[in-house]
């Protein structure tokens, strides 16, 4: 079974602060997804990588980045966080691109940014 | 106009009932259709995938798909109160794997 372990399942932030959110998968999959998902709006692409080094902005990127060091290990950084990145953030990762291949999603975090 | 658009419920049944989830997506591109269930509190997880016009059945669900009409739907039969969760749709557009999610229908089987 596809295990994808994100670091924290509650976090409490201070505005301003420097937020790192952490997701590891052991299936060697090469993409690898930062989600958000909030009330009414469902979940929305913030980022993702399909490689090492590599990544792609989604449709949210403003006021995120991110990090992909290994394979394995996809961080996502609120550079200061702020008050509407209240949310929760899901993981995910997929096998390479067949068109078909289905994502599989860590247990997320929910950040609360006081 | 949203890409991907679901009526948010909730959608309610008697158990045992045919539950009838629906779907509709903008990107006439779109090559992959998937239906997640998410309960509450927890991150979502895939029912299904199609990707060809028609019908395809996995047990209790099938998921059908209508690239014409730019629509797919999840049909639960001998709906259970264990089914009563979020179902999320998301639908694959190509190039690096962009999936977009609808909003998601909540479903409710009454016992």
């Known amino acids: 079974d596809v295990k994808v372990t994100q670091s924290s399942r509650y976090l409490v932030k201070r505005t301003g602060e420097k937020v790192f959110l952490e997701c590891v998968q052991d299936?060697?999959?090469?993409?690898m997804f930062w989600y958000r998902q909030d009330p009414g709006l469902g979940l929305r692409l913030i980022y993702f990588?399909?490689?090492?080094?590599?990544?792609e902005k989604g449709d949210i990127p403003e006021g995120y980045s991110v990090s992909r060091e290994k394979k394995e290990r996809f961080s996502l950084i609120l550079e200061s966080a702020s008050t509407n990145q209240t949310s929760m953030y899901l993981c995910?990762?997929?096998?390479?691109?067949?068109?078909?291949?289905?994502?599989?999603f860590g247990n997320g975090t929910r950040l609360t940014v006081t | 106009q949203k890409e991907v658009e679901q009526n948010s419920g909730p959608l309610s049944v008697p158990e045992g009932a045919i539950a009838s989830l629906n779907c509709t997506y903008s990107?006439?591109?779109?090559?992959?259709f998937f239906w997640y269930r998410q309960y509450s509190g927890k991150s979502p997880e895939l029912i299904m995938f199609?990707?060809?016009?028609g019908d395809k059945e996995d047990g209790r669900f099938t998921a059908q798909l209508n690239k014409a009409s730019q629509y797919v739907s999840l049909l639960i039969r001998d709906s259970q109160p264990s089914d009563s969760a979020t179902y999320l749709c998301?639908?694959?557009?190509?190039?690096?794997?962009?999936?977009?999610f609808g909003t998601g229908t909540k479903l409710q089987v009454i016992p």
């Open positions: 299936m060697d999959h090469e993409n």
């Open positions: 990107d006439r591109g779109s090559q992959s």
């Open positions: 995910a990762s997929s096998p390479p691109l067949t068109g078909h291949s289905p994502l599989h």
């Open positions: 199609i990707y060809s016009n």
């Open positions: 990588s399909y490689d090492v080094k590599m990544k």
């Open positions: 998301a639908v694959n557009s190509g190039g690096y794997q962009k999936v977009t």
